[in-house]
């Protein structure tokens, strides 16, 4: 049995996601990372594709971005549903601002999914 993974500080876990997102021109795809203490979501932008490369980028986006930067006093996990063949080179991203990696596509949807359903549910609806 598993270790049951559990934050107990902000950034102490990080999902990184995205939802495919139907528009007019066809899909589109929006990047978020989301702080399992907090359930605070950084969106990292919205992409044409989620190729390897727009993975990369994005979570670059992510150790650029202000609001994880001032948060970030005490390293992070960087928690990923998929991807494994990236590994390397999203740990060398992630490794200038004391990240950590791990693969764990239930933990990662535990964090996640709670955000993701909000904006799928916000961007069904009729009257926004």
Not at 61 to 70: K, R, V
Not at 113 to 118: A, E, I, T
Request: glycine residues 4%.
């Amino acid at each position: 049995m598993g270790e049951i993974l559990k934050a107990n500080r902000p950034l102490e876990y990080v999902a990184f996601c995205h939802v495919k997102m139907n528009i007019v021109e066809g899909f589109a795809y929006m990047f978020l990372a989301v702080d399992a203490y907090s359930k605070f979501a950084i969106n990292l932008g919205v992409e044409h594709d989620d190729s390897p490369q727009t993975i990369l980028k994005n979570i670059y986006e992510l150790t650029e971005n202000e609001e994880f930067t001032s948060l970030n006093n005490q390293g992070f996990t960087l928690v990923m549903e998929e991807n494994e063949d990236l590994a390397e080179r999203i740990e060398a991203i992630i490794k200038s601002v004391n990240g950590k990696l791990i693969y764990n596509k239930t933990y990662n949807n535990r964090i996640s999914n709670p955000v993701l359903l909000s904006i799928l549910n916000k961007l069904n609806k009729d009257d926004f």
